[in-house]
Structures are given as structure tokens and as C-alpha cells.
T-cell receptor, first 110, second 117 residues
Framework: KNEVEQSPQNLTAQEGEFITINCSYS?????LHWLQQHPGGGIVSLFM???GKKKHGKLIATINIQEKHSSLHITASHPRDSAVYIC????????????FGTGTRLTIIP | DTAVSQTPKYLVTQMGNDKSIKCEQN?????MYWYKQDSKKFLKIMFS???????INETVPNRFSPKSPDKAHLNLHINSLELGDSAVYFC????????????????FGPGTRLTVL
């Protein structure tokens, strides 16, 4: 079992829909990362959060430390939001490393 | 200005060859990383350096040798390339190492797509 699980693996939605991507992890963490990988391959860090909720534009990330669960929401989705969204958590003690989920491929249809 | 740059962007080579991928960051960060993304798009850490010192070395064949001439550069040299080495390799950097309690955002390079024929 992966330490970081994401769902769904693939998500297709119509433009304008509210999108939710989920991430569950099995280890204690200091912070969880959400990343976006564009169709061209580049990776961008979206959020790093350790509690509560963060908002950036139409992206919202929430985390529940007790339940070891985080969600990424996209409001008013647009075809340009089509990408792979990846959550990652630090694992190991001492020098931590990021362990990545398998990613959620989001496709927004016009 | 590109924060984390990698060269080359694409690398096609024959089995058995030796090749290098270069990474540079102009963010003034102390820590740099190499990740491998396989054909299933799964990212996994390979190495991490802090101030030119190796701090994370995952179970990677010793054909892979990272070199950090200074804290702004982390190069990856691969000897005797094999078919299974075909992947996209990402370099990244963060201000400090990821230690318990710290929250360090990572900045990724554009990736190097390596194809071994």
C-alpha cells in the first residue's frame, strides 16, 4: 500500500464544474504539498499546508491532520486547469524526503 | 529569469553510453534534489544535497552519481545506460532541507526526458 493515495486517478468534467481531488496519507507529517504538472511536463508547487485551509485564486486546499486527509478544490473549472495534480508528503525522520501520490489526471471539457 | 534550469531538455542515447544532466538554480537555495518520473508518471526521489553535501541517497544503482560543485548546481551523471533508465528526470530546490517541522516549498526544473535505445 502506498503511503500516499489519491483519488480519483482520472477525472473528466465540464467547464465550470467544481472539482475535488482527494489525498490520504498514512504517516505523520509536517506539511502536505500539492503540485500541478502541466501537459507539457513542467511541475509547479501549488500549496504547502500543515493545517486548515489555504486559498490561491480559484484553488482551495484543505487538510485534516487527525484524519490524515487533504483535498484540493478548483472552482469554476476551465480547460486550462487540465493537468495532473499530485499530492506529496514528507516521510522519514531527520532528513525528510517527499513521497508522492500517483497523481490525478484532470481533463476539463469546454 | 528561470529559477531552476536543466540541460538538456531531451536526451536520446544508446544503451551502454555515459551521459550527464545538468541542473542550476538561481534562487539562492541550500538544498537541491533529483527526482525520477517513470512511464506511469510516478515521481520518486533519487538524491538530495544540502550545501554540496549528500543528505538523501535512495536505493539507486551506483551507475547514477550526483555531483554538486557548488550549492547552485547539482549534476547527475549516469554510467552504462540501460533501457530502464528511460524516464523524465526532474531537478528541484528548496531553501532548506526538509526536516521535521520545517515547511519548505520545492521549485522544480522543467525536466529532462531521457530515452535509452
Amino acid at each position: 500500500k502506498n503511503e500516499v493515495e489519491q483519488s480519483p486517478q482520472n477525472l473528466t468534467a465540464q467547464e465550470g464544474e467544481f472539482i475535488t481531488i482527494n489525498c490520504s496519507y498514512s504517516v505523520g507529517i509536517s506539511a502536505l504539498h500539492w503540485l500541478q504538472q502541466h501537459p507539457g511536463g513542467g511541475i509547479v508547487s501549488l500549496f504547502m499546508l500543515s493545517s486548515g485551509k489555504k486559498k490561491h485564486g480559484k484553488l482551495i486546499a484543505t487538510i485534516n491532520i487527525q484524519e490524515k486527509h487533504s483535498s484540493l478544490h478548483i472552482t469554476a473549472s476551465h480547460p486550462r486547469d487540465s493537468a495532473v495534480y499530485i499530492c506529496a508528503v514528507p516521510t522519514n525522520f531527520g532528513n525528510e524526503k517527499l513521497t508522492f501520490g500517483t497523481g490525478t489526471r484532470l481533463t476539463i471539457i469546454p | 529569469d528561470t529559477a531552476v534550469s536543466q540541460t538538456p531538455k531531451y536526451l536520446v542515447t544508446q544503451m551502454g553510453n555515459d551521459k550527464s544532466i545538468k541542473c542550476e538554480q538561481n534562487l539562492g537555495h541550500d538544498t537541491m534534489y533529483w527526482y525520477k518520473q517513470d512511464s506511469k508518471k510516478f515521481l520518486k526521489i533519487m538524491f538530495s544535497y544540502n550545501n554540496k553535501e549528500l543528505i538523501i541517497n535512495e536505493t539507486v544503482p551506483n551507475r547514477f552519481s550526483p555531483k554538486s560543485p557548488d550549492k547552485a548546481h547539482l549534476n547527475l551523471h549516469i554510467n552504462s545506460l540501460e533501457l530502464g533508465d528511460s524516464a523524465v528526470y526532474f531537478c528541484a530546490s528548496s531553501q532548506h532541507p526538509m526536516t521535521s517541522g520545517s515547511r519548505n516549498e520545492q521549485f522544480f526544473g522543467p525536466g529532462t526526458r531521457l530515452t535509452v535505445l
